[in-house]
């Protein structure tokens, strides 16, 4: 899965079984997902046909779930944890009809889901929103547009399950916990931010939630000067391409993929063909690299 904002909207891009809350939900393949900022007072009569005519604009075919709100995507929260990754808008002012608010929420798996625990995910990130709420103070568990969309390209053994017993239900449930009262913090103006949020789930110095901020990084330099840090969470991680990094044995008798003396995603003919074409494939940036020098 690829992810990137164009102009108002949020795309994730890949193969994936899906299932969404959403407008035209339901389970099924799909290649893309969306989440696309609308005017505060949009009231189109037909959004499946305002979904659609987005897909078409960007030349993607029609095996899509797209998202509407009105949260601008400076207010987007993401969240990297282990082999998913969260994606968070978040308004409140819409408890009732009359607003024009609303939380959607992405869950993308890199490991496989059973259809039974993608919608086990959809409960359990529910849950996780409401406690949100709760612990911010709001008096409801949600808004009257909420939508939730799950995903996943896993192949392979699928987890069959997904409640917050589980290993990957809790990791959803501490996602959306901490993703909703961020991207409302956000939102709100008391945390301001002119570009989406990235948060990394670090386990090193002990386990918790860290933002990557370009320019207050914790961990600048963490390459060589006249290199690029536009993707501080790689986007082909774990690539699995031995030429970039190697297998590991991690600290719980596992094995992790490590990239610690990779800095191809930094280098800056790469990293801003990356930024133009974020589909591009780990070959096509390794002959340009070659190509270029």
Known sequence: MRYFIRE??????????????????????VSTIFNQTVPKHFDHRDPIRHLTAVADRYGFSHDFFGMLTAVNMSSLCIFHYDYLTTFVTAGVSNPNPDGPNTIN????SRQG???GAMLETIITATEAKAKALREMGYAFTGTT???VVVAHEGEGEAHEYAGTLTEVGRRIYESVQFGVRQALLRHEGEIPRSAPSLFIYSRYGG???????????????CHFKGQRCDFCYCPFYPCGDEELGGWVESSSGGVVWSCQHCDFIHLPRVAEYLKTYPEAS????KALQKKTG
């Open 113 to 115: 889901l059973t259809d």
């Open 282 to 285: 780990l070959e096509e940036l």
């Open 8 to 29: 108002s909207t949020l795309f994730l891009r890949g193969p994936m079984v899906a299932a969404s809350t959403g407008i035209h939900g339901g389970i099924r393949p």
């Open 105 to 108: 929420i992405i869950v993308h």
């Open 207 to 221: 386990d918790r939630w860290v933002e990557w901020c370009p320019r207050d990084c914790p961990y600048y330099p």
């Open 145 to 147: 547009t909420d939508a």
